[in-house]
């Protein structure tokens, strides 16, 4: 079970279904009305279906089985360089805050990097609820748990299981990122690393995390933002008009730096900052490039995917030497923004283009 304090969080309408997954064995156990922990703390929630007039430009199954077979890879964790650098670079931020107390804090979107549990052993954390949409990007680090410093609690102070202080609690909830199940005022602290940009509704996502924030709460975020990835953009489309006559969409539409601050206006938010990082990253070809794409579950995601002949990528594999290898190595760029806003609850969120 859990504490009815924690409990609280989350929102469940009757016709909610809460499915405790437990991974003793291969099967799942349905509860309703009851505890919709299970021993290992992981939380998948089965919402019942909204309807928007929202336009769905991405698959979300597709996007969950791209960041599962990410997690499952053998070597995933050397594609989570990008995530680990974007997510310190959020966290810094909170270093201006010193003096403000983040009891509960919201990690939406942990992804195939681990998410930033570890970087918070140096926070007065009480409770840490982290989230994703696949289940096997979200335990991927479940085992070295227990090999993290201490966390919540001074040295000498008795520890849990998991290693850490007694008046730490930490879970893990497979939850879609576009219907958040929380109450409102839950949170102190919210971060989302590189998550956002693959939501068809993001409005209505800050939306609900203006509500769940408390007041004179903080979003800190970050997504990947306009003229990202640039170069292979342009390689694509000269290859495509060189041998299909024609353009195609191989790079998802992102989200651009001025539009930020209004979306977080028009969710809510005050005291909005946004602030951008350009990131460029050498590789030898295309091709690895797209590698590491694949790696850290960033493919492309469209609801009608067109197939791409061979021969046009070996043209913009060419294109892209040609025109972006300025040294040995071609590059990628990547362009990262971050906003602070808050409002009856405080938010900072950052956009990352890369």
């Not at 437990?22 to 279906?49: E, G, V």
């Not at 949170?187 to 007041?215: A, C, E, Y």
């Not at 001025?258 to 938010?269: E, I, V």
């Not at 040995?328 to 938010?347: I, K, M, W």
Request: charged fraction near 25%; charge should be negative.
């Amino acid at each position: 079970g859990i504490n009815a304090e924690y409990g609280k969080m989350f929102k469940c309408a009757p016709s909610v279904r809460l499915r405790a997954l437990t991974h003793t064995s291969d099967r799942c156990c349905t509860r309703t009305n009851s505890s919709p922990w299970s021993s290992n703390k992981t939380l998948s929630l089965a919402l019942s279906k909204y309807f928007f007039s929202t336009m769905n430009v991405f698959d979300r199954k597709v996007k969950k089985l791209q960041g599962t077979r990410a997690a499952l890879r053998p070597d995933s964790r050397e594609f989570d360089f990008f995530r680990e650098e974007i997510g310190s670079r959020l966290l810094d931020r909170l270093q201006d805050l010193k003096s403000r107390n983040f009891d509960r804090v919201l990690e939406l979107g942990v992804g195939t990097g681990g998410g930033l549990l570890k970087h918070f052993q140096h926070l007065p954390v009480k409770l840490l609820v982290q989230a994703d949409y696949s289940e096997a990007a979200l335990l991927r680090d479940e085992p070295l748990d227990s090999e993290l410093p201490l966390l919540g609690a001074e040295e000498g102070d008795e520890q849990d299981d998991g290693g850490r202080g007694s008046d730490f609690h930490h879970y893990r909830v497979v939850v879609d990122e576009e219907y958040l199940p929380f109450q409102n005022n839950s949170f102190d602290l919210v971060i989302s690393n590189l998550s956002l940009h693959w939501l068809n509704d993001l409005p209505g996502t800050l939306v609900q995390l203006q509500r769940i924030l408390k007041p004179d709460g903080l979003f800190l975020g970050s997504i990947v933002a306009q003229d990202t990835l640039h170069e292979l953009r342009t390689s694509l489309l000269l290859a495509d008009m060189e041998r299909q006559g024609g353009v195609g969409r191989h790079i998802s539409p992102l989200t651009g730096i001025s539009d930020c601050g209004n979306l977080l206006t028009r969710a809510g938010f005050n005291l909005i900052t946004v602030d951008m990082d350009t990131l460029t990253i050498p590789y030898s070809d295309m091709f690895r490039l797209m590698e590491d794409l694949q790696g850290m579950g960033e493919n492309h995601c469209p609801i009608k995917p067109r197939r791409v002949p061979r021969d046009t990528f070996l043209a913009a594999a060419a294109i892209y030497s040609t025109m972006f290898a300025s040294s040995p190595a071609a590059r990628a760029t990547s362009s990262s923004s971050s906003s602070s806003s808050s409002s009856s609850s405080s938010s900072s969120s950052s956009s990352l283009s890369w």
